[in-house]
Structure formats: structure tokens, C-alpha cells
């Protein structure tokens, strides 16, 4: 048994994701697959071969910091009125044999939840597989779960190198971003201000 006080209705701001200084080419398919998303039946949607997979919708924003990429994500589940979960990546590990695990109950929360979950400085998930054998193995247990997520998930970097085609390959929409020009850093400024 336990108490609890101060619980309230959320206070959502649908108009969050129009303060993001991202070009209207940028935001338009990222809303527009939000939506589609959200408005989807379990009877919709692609259909994979193996039961549970290929359901979620994964998006990649790159780009130097700064930039609007994790606001992006914040501000959408804002707008979307639906919860956002934001794990930086670093806390996950690097060790492939504790990561499953971690992985797996990360996806688990963010999918009961149906929140937009938000894997912050991805960049050891996304890299391109080499003749190292642990970060293959860690890439390779990232594809695996990510195959199986059902829901909306971000994943930021600032370091665009090699992505491993496998992980492009299950992205639907990635986007870069481009260092703000100083009319859009004055807007941020004066918003958070």
C-alpha cells in the first residue's frame, strides 16, 4: 500500500513541434507518419512473414548538436499527447550479453506505455559492422529487438560516419540536420528564455 497526492490530468501543448526551427520539408513527413501511425488498427499496417515483426516506425535524426533533433522527438510526443521515453543510449552499456536484456525492457515500457520512445546518442547502434567482433555483436542484438518494436521510436546521433546498411534498411524516415542559421538560433534563444 502506498499514498499518493497531486495527480492531475496532463497539460498537453498540440501546438509544441511548431517552435521547432526545422524546415516544413523536415517536419511534414515526420508529422505526417506520426499520424499514420497513431491512427492505425492492429488490422492496418505492413503484414511481416513472422508474427509481431516489422510494426513500429523508427526515424534517424543526425546532425551536429544543437540542432533540434531531440526536440524534435520531445516536442512531437508533446503534440501527439502521447508519452515520451528517453533512454541515452550510454546507459544501455556496450556489452552485447547485458544489452539484450536492457533492450528488451526498454522496447517492453515504451511499448505498454505507447509511448514515443527516444534513444538519445545512438551512434554505437547504428555503426557500420567491421572485423570488430563485440560491436558486431551489438549491433547485431539492436537489429534484433529493433525488428520487433511496435511502436514510434527516435534515434538521435551527431556523428554521421558509417551507418550499418542493416540499420538504414529499417529506418523509415531519416533526416539531417543542418547547423541553425543565426535568425533560427536567435528564435530558440528567445523561446527558452
Known amino acids: 500500500e502506498f499514498a499518493v497526492t497531486n495527480i492531475c490530468d496532463v497539460e498537453w501543448n498540440p501546438s509544441?513541434?511548431?517552435?521547432?526551427?526545422?524546415?516544413?520539408?523536415?517536419?511534414?513527413?515526420?508529422?505526417?507518419?506520426?499520424?499514420?501511425?497513431?491512427?492505425?488498427?492492429?488490422?492496418?499496417?505492413?503484414?511481416?512473414l513472422v508474427q509481431g515483426k516489422g510494426?513500429?516506425?523508427?526515424?534517424?535524426?543526425?546532425?551536429?548538436?544543437?540542432?533540434?533533433?531531440t526536440l524534435t522527438a520531445e516536442t512531437l510526443a508533446e503534440s501527439s499527447r502521447i508519452p515520451l521515453y528517453t533512454v541515452p543510449a550510454g546507459q544501455i552499456g556496450v556489452d552485447p550479453v547485458k544489452v539484450?536484456?536492457?533492450?528488451?525492457?526498454?522496447f517492453k515500457i515504451a511499448s505498454r506505455w505507447k509511448a514515443l520512445l527516444l534513444l538519445d546518442e545512438a551512434d554505437v547502434f547504428l555503426a557500420q559492422r567491421s572485423e570488430?567482433?563485440?560491436?558486431?555483436?551489438?549491433?547485431?542484438?539492436?537489429?534484433?529487438?529493433?525488428?520487433?518494436y511496435d511502436g514510434i521510436l527516435f534515434l538521435t546521433t551527431n556523428r554521421l560516419q558509417a551507418f550499418d546498411e542493416a540499420v538504414l534498411s529499417r529506418v523509415h524516415l531519416a533526416l539531417r540536420y543542418e547547423p541553425?542559421?543565426?535568425e533560427a538560433r536567435m528564435a530558440v534563444w528567445k523561446y527558452f528564455l
Open 100 to 106: 539484450e536484456p536492457i533492450l528488451k525492457t526498454i
Open 180 to 182: 541553425l542559421k543565426q
Open 132 to 148: 570488430n567482433v563485440q560491436l558486431n555483436a551489438l549491433v547485431s542484438v539492436f537489429l534484433r529487438e529493433l525488428e520487433h
Open 55 to 69: 510494426r513500429g516506425i523508427n526515424f534517424l535524426l543526425h546532425g551536429p548538436p544543437g540542432v533540434g533533433k
Open 16 to 48: 509544441s513541434i511548431d517552435d521547432v526551427r526545422i524546415p516544413e520539408s523536415q517536419k511534414m513527413p515526420i508529422l505526417a507518419l506520426t499520424k499514420t501511425y497513431l491512427q492505425r488498427t492492429p488490422e492496418d499496417g505492413f503484414k511481416d
